[in-house]
Structure formats: C-alpha cells, structure tokens
C-alpha cells in the first residue's frame, strides 16, 4: 500500500537514503528542508527512478515559531521522518553561545517542537508512524562532544515519552541510533570502518523499523554492545577517560 511519507531535513545524506528506501517501496514523498530548491534535481531523479511522486517544501529546523504551521499545512503524511542534525565543533561551540545554540536547537529543540505538532495531528487521526534520527552520542555524555550529545540524549528521551503516550493511540514512534555513518557531516572524522555505516545502509534499516513496528534500533548491533559497556563504566572511572 502506498503512504505518504514527508521527511524533514531532506539535505543530508541519511535523509536521501531514507528517501531512496522509502521511494523504492512505492511510496510518495514529500522532502523538506532549507533552500529546498536544490533538491529539484534528486527529487526528479527519485521519481523517474521509482515511478513514484516527490513533493518539496521549504523547512527551517532552527526557525521553531514556525513549526506548528509547517505541520498543520501538510498533507497529514502516513509516516514523518526527522534527519535534521547539526554535528557542530566541541571546542569551538564552548566558546560560542550561539554556536552551542544552534547545535541544542538543531539536534533537540527544533525537532522535538515540529515532531511534537506531527503527533497531534497522527494522535487526532488515530494513526501514523514519527521516525526520529538520533545518535549513540545521546547514550552517555562524553567530554569530545557533549553539547551535540547532550542534545542527542534530549531528543531521545522526547523521542521515548512520546512513544509512550501515543502508544494506545495507534501512533508509533521509532528512535533510530545510527552509530558512525559515512556522510558529508563526518567526511572530516576519521571514522572506523568496521563501525561505520554507509547512508543507504541506513536508509534501509529505517524502512524496515517502520515496517516491523520497532521501537529503538541501533542500525549496526555492535553499538547496542558498545553503548551498553560505556553506559556501565563507573564515573569515577569514565571521568578520567579520553573518549
């Protein structure tokens, strides 16, 4: 059955893959995201590719008072996909308020307010799947990126009360944790290949959570295993560490 499957943040590579997915599955999609114009060109290669429709809408993930009429005026998507994320620099954003802003504003505040009007409207309807993209990095607060981790720790926990409130309401709410992935944003990092994923990689896990009705997905199994030992070490002891 075709849905409708709106997803916001529709620059990055992850959201691509998403789209790409979800496109190849037969669905109709709408990708939003800031100066949404370039995506003309990938929006048609999408639609000549499978065959299927791709709308565009302009999004501002930071411009938050908007949020609420950016929901109310789509038409109301069976599945809302949020990718947005700024991974931002630790040392330069603790000297920078503004910089610390954008990144908690991009990675928690932003899209915990525009999900928040997406499930009032699903919750109304009785029906409708919210994906969250969130991070390993939200599992326990690290000294090399707190400010995007903490904000990643934020939305994740939106992202589990939020599943629980709307779980007798026929909403589901899927938390994804990618893990390293091989995008425009990490290009700079040199990333472990064995824990790296590719974004298509992701696109296709997301799918599949939507399809089987998951909760939280760890799209490499390792990072449930990595996270689970990092959460455990002792502060005494993580506190000395440099990770």
Not at 11 to 39: E, K, N, P, W, Y
Not at 126 to 141: K, M
Request: net charge positive; proline share 2%; with cysteine.
């Amino acid at each position: 059955m075709t849905q409708k499957v709106t997803i916001l943040g529709a620059r990055s590579d992850i959201a691509m893959a998403c789209a790409h997915a979800f496109g190849q599955a037969g669905h109709a999609l709408t990708l939003a995201a800031r100066d949404v114009g370039t995506l003309g060109d990938a929006a048609r290669d999408l639609e000549i590719r499978y065959g299927g429709t791709v709308a565009l809408r302009e999004f501002d993930a930071l411009a938050i008072d908007d949020h609420a009429a950016f929901a109310a005026d789509d038409v109301l998507p069976d599945v809302v996909i949020c990718a947005v994320g700024l991974l931002g620099d630790q040392k330069a954003d603790e000297a920078d308020s503004a910089a610390t802003r954008d990144v908690l504003r991009a990675n928690f505040e932003g899209p915990a307010i525009l999900l928040n009007a997406y499930a009032a409207l699903m919750e109304a309807r009785g029906s409708g799947t919210i994906v969250g993209i969130s991070s390993v990095a939200g599992d326990r607060g690290r000294a090399t990126n707190y400010i995007y981790g903490s904000a990643k720790a934020g939305f994740t926990a939106f992202l589990s009360g939020l599943r629980n409130r709307l779980a007798r309401k026929g909403v589901h709410v899927v938390t994804v944790k990618p893990g390293f992935v091989a995008t425009r944003m990490t290009q700079h990092l040199d990333l472990p290949g064995a824990l790296t994923a590719e974004p298509a990689e992701v696109g296709h896990a997301v799918l599949k959570a939507v399809v089987k009705g998951r909760d939280v997905i760890y799209v490499r199994a390792v990072w449930r295993i990595i996270m689970g030992l990092i959460r455990n070490i002792p502060e005494r002891v993580f506190k000395k560490l440099s990770i």
